[in-house]
């Protein structure tokens, strides 16, 4: 899975951007983002992100994030709560990514909120973004 989960992605994260299933932890939909990020999923994007997100957004404004970024691996590098039965939580990690032939890595910290039961994407905290 681009992910980087170590599983299949029709086992991982391709359930998630169908429809098929619900993110059941804060991780999970971290990583299903990411795919999407890496699948160019501006739906996905918008439709996990939170009713406040979505309301200062759109998914013409997600598609031009789009434009020129190849991204090329996901480390988990901590997380609080976001488990199945919490109501909140946070993931951070780093994603490295390229745009043209300068690599980059996003150092991100993002609370996750569930809303009428299901995972949403809700804020971040980033830290700066390192050129390699």
Not at 35 to 50: G, K, P, W
Not at 56 to 69: A, C, N, Y
């Amino acid at each position: 899975c681009p992910c980087c989960s170590g599983t299949p992605a029709e086992m991982c994260c391709e359930p998630l951007l169908s429809g098929a299933k619900q993110a059941q932890t804060a991780e999970q939909l971290m990583r299903s983002r990411y795919t999407a990020f890496v699948r160019q999923r501006a739906d996905y994007l918008y439709t996990t992100s939170s009713q406040q997100l979505r309301e200062r957004t759109s998914i013409d404004e997600i598609i031009q994030g789009f434009s020129g970024v190849i991204w090329e691996g996901l480390e988990i590098t901590f997380m609080s709560r976001g488990l199945p039965n919490d109501a909140e939580g946070e993931v951070a990690f780093e994603a490295r990514y390229r745009i043209g032939q300068q690599q980059h890595i996003l150092l991100e910290h993002s609370l996750f909120v569930r809303e009428d039961g299901n995972w949403r994407y809700h804020a971040r905290e980033n830290a700066p973004t390192t050129v390699m």
